[in-house]
């Protein structure tokens, strides 16, 4: 790369739920591409506080679409072109999960034997890092407790 060509950031829809997998995909394929000659992607990030979509940075857009085309649950680059990296500052910020959470938050579980439920936060335990959630889901409103790190927010709860 030299002195002129500075690199952008793109985003790239996928589908919600698969972003890990997209980014694991483009990595490999933009691996290729650089071992070929061509080129590849410089980074690839997956912000955790926005679903169905994973953020690339690249030379020029036609490096992206090169890497993105054919990717299974790849949907397209976002219309707007390249992004300003103040855009995406706030995302790559990362804030300790335990202070987002309160009890009636409504959050989603993201691993464990009940990932993709959503739950209903009851008590917060920082010195153990874990969260009581109820499922709403169940019949049966049963508490149980889980890592604080496998919970995602869907609604803020009490202050």
Known sequence: MTEEQ??????????VGQEDMVATLLAE????KIEE???GLLAIIVPPQVRGYVLVEAIDEVTVRRVINGVPHVKGLIGRGAMDVKEIEPMLES????D???????VRLIAGPFKGSKAKILRV???KE??????????VKIPIT????NVRIVTEGEQ
Do not use: F, H
């Open 6 to 15: 500075t690199t952008k950031i793109w985003g790239v829809r996928t589908t």
């Open 29 to 32: 394929r933009s691996k290729r």
């Open 37 to 39: 000659g061509e080129q």
């Open 95 to 98: 804030k300790p999960i335990l």
């Open 100 to 106: 987002e959470l309160k009890p009636g938050s409504v």
């Open 125 to 127: 335990d920082p010195q």
């Open 130 to 139: 874990e969260v009581t959630v109820e499922l709403l889901e169940t019949a």
């Open 146 to 149: 889980v890592e604080a790190e």
